[in-house]
């Protein structure tokens, strides 16, 4: 099953803001937006937002999400060092009946 | 507090079968799409199959179409993965994951294919 895509690495400052995009197509990231995940070396994800920028409970405000047509993007501001981490895009992809993930962005907080 | 433990992973040979489960506590599991996502080391998250709140409707990624069964027990709070014709591309951390979206995840189990 063809997953969405998203860039392998991005490196950014510290306190500096990183957008992260994940690409998809109108069976999936443009139908219904994407969900963000986090994940630290080690442990589960984490559900950052899902439906473009709802956020659960808990989740910082330095996380925003959107969406473009068929791309999704996470927004994080004012990096701290406890960002660093992999961020995975995931949709469900109607064509498919299936959730997609992409495969994943190394966030370096430099 | 939400908790999901996953169990059942080991070392199982190509052709084998192992049932995995998902013990769910702390909030209404019965009310949830549940899934199943896997890890292969070093590599991304790859969705497996889900479940709806009442076991009525599955869907499958296309790898393990016809190979794993999910399954529910409401009564028990727990999920399952029947995985069965196993290949050594199974191996990976198996998570299982659910609440409105996928608010809640385990710890993962380490199911390893191998001669």
């Known amino acids: 099953q063809a997953g969405l895509t998203q860039p392998p690495s991005v490196s950014t400052g510290l306190r500096q803001t990183a957008t992260l995009t994940c690409t998809g197509n109108?069976?999936?990231?443009?139908?219904?937006?994407a969900a963000w995940l986090q994940q630290h070396q080690g442990h589960p994800p984490k559900l950052l937002s899902y439906?473009?920028?709802n956020r659960p409970s808990g989740i910082s405000e330095r996380f925003s999400a959107s969406r473009s047509g068929s791309t999704a993007s996470l927004t994080i501001t004012g990096l701290q060092p406890e960002d660093e981490a992999d961020y995975y895009c995931s949709a469900w992809d109607s064509s498919l009946s299936a959730w997609v993930f992409g495969g994943g962005t190394k966030l370096t907080v430099l | 507090e939400v908790q999901l433990v996953e169990s059942g992973g080991g070392l199982v040979q190509p052709g084998g079968s192992l049932r995995l489960s998902c013990a769910a506590s702390g909030f209404t599991f019965s009310g949830y799409w549940m899934h199943w996502v896997r890890q292969a080391p070093g590599r991304g998250l790859v969705w497996v199959s889900r479940i709806n709140s009442d076991g009525s409707t599955t869907n499958y990624a296309d790898s393990v179409k016809g190979r794993f069964t999910i399954s529910r027990d409401n009564a028990k709070n727990t999920l399952y993965l029947q995985m069965n014709s196993l290949r050594a591309e199974d191996t990976a951390v198996y998570y299982c994951a659910g609440g409105p979206l996928f608010d809640y995840w385990g710890q993962g189990t380490l199911v390893t294919v191998s001669s």
């Open positions: 439906r473009n920028n």
């Open positions: 109108s069976n999936n990231v443009g139908n219904q937006g």
